[in-house]
């Protein structure tokens, strides 16, 4: 059933956004408080759903993008959408007066929904009438081809707003997640910055080089963990599956060396700027300054091939 | 130029390092203490053979099978052979004493690898005549599947060796990774450790399922770092790289969150039984106890399609 989405903020996020609720057949609604951004987000958007469309990934791009329109106001954007996403600026102050903004204009049953990644719920959810109806809608970057959106509620959040959050997720093909309470960084970015945070302290202690990491994830942790997580990594790797690992790998591997990072203090190891140097000459040296925006469309390519791969291990596996 | 390889223990990881030497084109004599074993591998070896045929990774498994065979004593498998991958047990006694009677038969000339994850190179490789070329080289597992391999030097092991061996991992087709110097887990465990002890704190503190962990990492983190690593990843991440990611997220972003993570003290955390229990029985909800085996054979038809995926993608990267 087409609704009508609004998407606040026409960013990479926002505009991604927009792609993906519009992919599934959804009229969209585009704002942005920058003077023709919106407009200009169309022009990347046509682009990328081409892109998409020669991949497979999607069946008509001219359509698709049809259904995206600039919007010239908050207002006009939000009347009679039933799904408000908002992709602003990282910035409380910013936040709250958007917040009230949206809480006086959206269909009073429409969900405001936000991609914060930074901050907290109820530092920017709780001023509102309509509380309620707010949640935080984390993607990751760009959700478009990253499908897992991480759901946090504040503490006025109702159940049914975390459920029809979901549900919505569900029919636009991304990959809901709801946390059981909240944390700073959630739990992507937490995950993520753990193995960062020990990689910038192997490569800035002198262990092993930067190219080193990478090898070392792409060529082994990073295959396994893009179809199966690291619960079902270490459910395979025990013969009888998790509960056999946890007894032999639990204390004296995995928290032997978490004790171990825990006493060299890699959580907190700030990173020095000759190491962070050190890290971009190699990078450049890889990928030209010139040609990043080459490289990150290269990126989006292999993530486009790889949603078909995992699409077919998924079916794959319904035989288990 | 075919040469002759030794792999010394002939459990999983062993098996899987003659497959890789046979792939490319050597000739492997696999040694296992107990009675029976290196036979019994040599069927597995040929099942699996099989299947890298039908993927289209290998042309001749048939050819590659025949190039595999079962020594009947230590001395036997290393005469004449100029590498040596051992892959025994994990311990220190045994290592020592295999190590021993390795510097007596292997060629004077031979490099002598060890595939151990837990054991610091100085502990079992400074006791023996020939400890300048004795080193470690640590693969994921499997080895034919994931193609990178932790080059871990003692105290004693001579440059030259970490250069041959480097040579031979890259010959046969495996990614070596050398470390500047030994860390406890190396590189590759650190990293995975760093992650898992977040994700048990997570779930543990009840933040999170553990099924949102998994689709979490396999829908975000896992896909990207499947083909980028980290740095990679961070750098296509700013507009103008590293640096510029390094500006805007170091401080800010990942090392706040490293510092919450040690403030929590997950890196320390202990996995509680209930969880443990918790986990294991959503795994077998997911994959019952009886289809494991079936479930490990998925995970490496699908690490096989991602290395054809992978390949196209460097091969893509080519014009950057």
Chains 1, 2 share one sequence.
Not at 180 to 190: D, E
Request: aromatic share 8%.
């Amino acid at each position: 059933m087409s609704e009508k989405f609004a998407c606040i903020g026409a960013g990479l996020i926002g505009s991604s956004w927009a792609m993906s609720f519009a992919r599934s057949g959804h009229r969209v609604a585009l704002f942005d408080d920058a003077d023709g951004a919106a407009e200009r987000a169309l022009g990347l958007i046509r682009d990328r759903l081409g892109v998409l469309q020669s991949e497979g990934l999607l069946e008509d791009a001219e359509h698709t993008a049809a259904l995206i329109t600039a919007a010239d106001s908050l207002e006009e954007a939000v009347a009679g959408a039933s799904f408000v996403q908002e992709s602003v600026f990282e910035d409380v102050a910013l936040k709250q007066s958007v917040y009230a903004k949206l809480d006086q204009a959206a269909e009073p049953d429409a969900v405001l929904a936000s991609s914060t990644s930074a901050i907290l719920p109820d530092a920017f959810l709780g001023d509102i009438r309509g509380r309620d109806r707010a949640i935080i809608a984390h993607p990751a970057n760009p959700p478009y081809l990253l499908p897992v959106v991480e759901l946090v509620r504040s503490s006025w959040t109702s159940d049914d707003t975390v459920a029809r959050c979901s549900a919505v997720m569900e029919s636009v093909g991304q990959v809901p997640v709801v946390l059981k309470k909240a944390i700073a960084g959630f739990v992507m970015n937490r995950l993520q910055a753990a193995l960062i945070q020990e990689a910038m302290f192997l490569v800035g202690e002198g262990y092993v080089d930067p190219e080193g990491v990478d090898k070392v994830v792409r060529h082994s942790l990073g295959l396994r963990w893009s179809f199966m997580g690291p619960f079902e990594v270490m459910d395979s790797n025990a013969p009888a599956g998790f509960r056999d690992y946890a007894a032999r790998y639990g204390p004296s591997t995995i928290q032997e060396i978490g004790r171990s990072i825990d006493a060299l203090g890699s959580m907190r190891y700030r990173w020095p700027q000759p190491i962070i140097d050190e890290i971009d000459a190699w990078r450049r040296s890889e990928v030209p300054a010139g040609k990043l925006d080459h490289h990150r469309r290269w990126r989006d390519l292999v993530l486009m091939q790889l949603a078909q791969v995992m699409a077919r291990a998924r079916a794959g596996k319904a035989d288990i």
